[in-house]
């Protein structure tokens, strides 16, 4: 039995809606304990309550006054690609376009291309060298797209990698198919006929061999219209998956009503959502993703309405939205600190956002995103003595130590297995 007792943890900040209350809305217990138990959380409360000789065999440590919350969960990233767009950052400066960038050989279609040509072992490691860092910057549970495939083959490839480190990854894979992230250039000027080979081929094969567990679209003026998104979503749920919405990033298209009518897991992005569509992801109990790092990537001045969708009562999640082309940001710890400095989001908000109401974007708040007895025992212990302190101290890392399912991770430890990432 493997059993871990810390205690003397300063702040123990549950986020479990059991203990919350007007005046302690995250459930905070000042000098808490918590104990771990084969991967579980099986005890939380005042570590004066601890009687350390009911667990003999636990190992026992000391927090030291620091804070404890529940693990870090990434509910939006494209991680597994090859190959790097670089270039392209000084020529969006320059004022270059998206077209101008595709013309002169960038965009997304380069790293289709990358990715078409690499190896399933040299995504896994290039996956994995990315993981390690998201998991030294305490995130415990990363959700990962397909999408830069764009066939058949590439794209079972990569989700097939996805698979492969399930379980051998330091955290939790959390596998979504993006067949519908843009029209591979075989399709260009085609894009029906290419949703008829995603409903017909690719969705079918995907669900029958368990590869995935959503289903995602971009929902988008120029990549699929709501009425090709429906029918993408429609077969996908038929097949067994979740679904997820890239939706209003660029104009509202509809795609958030489209997201709420369907009642999909979550509608992502939402910097243009309509009162309309807000309404909807309400009605839908749909969750809104909010990815600032892409905003502030872009240069974008108008961020999603974060604080109008709260009002509401739909919950919002934060996530990176890491990606090789326009937010190459894989710190969930910057997108806090931006969703408080550019959104407005309360820590309080921004909190829970990257924990309760990230997982119930991916469909696992029954099982982590708060310290709950008997849910995962995922949490991230940092040396500061308010969680005030992590959106305060922007840019600097304070996380000591990680836990992923009851296994330690120091973060000296993971930081000299981090390589630069490629």
């Known amino acids: 039995m493997n059993t871990v007792f810390i205690h003397n943890i300063g702040q123990l900040v549950t986020?479990?809606?059991?203990?919350?209350?007007?005046?302690?809305?995250?459930?905070?217990?000042?000098?808490?304990?918590?104990?771990f138990e084969n991967g579980k959380i099986a005890w939380v409360g005042p570590a004066t309550e601890v009687n350390r000789t009911d667990y003999p065999n636990a190992q026992w440590v000391d927090a030291r006054g620091?804070?404890?919350?529940?693990?870090?969960?990434d509910s939006h990233t494209h991680t597994i690609f090859a190959g790097d767009r670089a270039n392209e950052f000084e020529m969006r400066l320059q004022g270059k376009s998206y077209l101008d960038i595709a013309q002169a050989g960038g965009g997304i279609l380069k790293t289709v291309q990358a990715t078409r040509q690499a190896s399933p072992e040299e995504l896994s490691a290039l996956t994995l060298q990315r993981l390690k860092r998201m998991l030294a910057l305490g995130v415990?549970?990363?959700?990962?797209?397909?999408?830069?495939?764009?066939?058949?083959?590439?794209?079972l490839k990569c989700l097939r990698v996805?698979?492969?480190m399930r379980?051998?990854?330091?955290?939790?894979?959390?596998?979504?198919?993006?067949?519908?992230h843009d029209i591979p250039p075989e399709y260009q000027g085609r894009t029906d006929a290419y949703v008829e080979q995603l409903c017909e081929v690719q969705i079918p094969a995907v669900a029958?061999?368990?590869?995935?567990?959503?289903?995602?679209?971009?929902?988008?003026?120029?990549?699929?219209?709501?009425?090709?998104?429906?029918?993408?979503?429609?077969?996908a749920r038929k097949h067994g998956l979740k679904l997820k919405l890239h939706a209003e990033e660029f104009c509202d298209l509809g795609g958030a009503v489209l997201a709420g009518e369907l009642q999909a897991t979550s509608a992502d992005h939402l910097l243009h959502v309509s009162d309309e569509g807000i309404a909807a992801l309400k009605a839908g109990g749909t969750v809104a993703t909010l990815l600032p790092g892409t905003a502030f990537y872009l240069r974008i001045k108008d961020y999603a309405p974060?604080?109008?969708?709260?009002?509401?009562?739909?919950?919002?999640?934060?996530?990176?939205?890491?990606?090789?082309?326009?937010?190459?940001?894989?710190?969930?710890?910057?997108?806090?600190a931006l969703a408080c400095l550019q959104m407005n989001l309360p820590p309080v908000?921004?909190?829970?956002?990257?924990?309760?109401?990230?997982?119930?974007?991916?469909d696992l708040h029954h099982d982590r995103g708060s310290l709950t007895v008997g849910k995962r025992a995922d949490a991230v212990l940092f040396d500061i003595h308010s969680y005030n302190e992590l959106l305060y101290r922007v840019g600097s890392n304070l996380l000591n130590d990680v836990y992923v399912a009851g296994q330690h991770f120091s973060r000296t430890q993971l930081e000299a297995q981090c390589q630069p990432v490629t």
């Not at 029958?208 to 929902?219: S, T």
């Not at 988008?220 to 009425?227: K, S």
């Open 167 to 180: 379980g051998e990854a330091p955290v939790d894979i959390v596998p979504t198919y993006m067949g519908a």
């Open 306 to 336: 974060a604080l109008k969708l709260l009002a509401v009562g739909v919950p919002v999640a934060l996530a990176t939205d890491f990606n090789p082309g326009s937010c190459v940001i894989d710190n969930l710890q910057l997108i806090m």
């Open 66 to 73: 620091r804070v404890l919350l529940p693990g870090l969960i």
């Open 15 to 35: 986020v479990d809606a059991a203990r919350m209350t007007v005046d302690n809305p995250l459930g905070i217990i000042q000098n808490g304990a918590i104990l």
């Open 349 to 362: 908000d921004v909190i829970k956002a990257v924990t309760i109401h990230a997982a119930k974007a991916l």
């Open 208 to 235: 029958a061999q368990k590869l995935a567990d959503f289903c995602d679209v971009f929902c988008e003026q120029g990549y699929f219209d709501v009425a090709q998104s429906r029918r993408i979503l429609e077969t």
């Open 140 to 155: 415990t549970t990363v959700e990962i797209k397909s999408g830069y495939g764009l066939d058949f083959d590439s794209e």
């Open 162 to 164: 996805l698979q492969a």
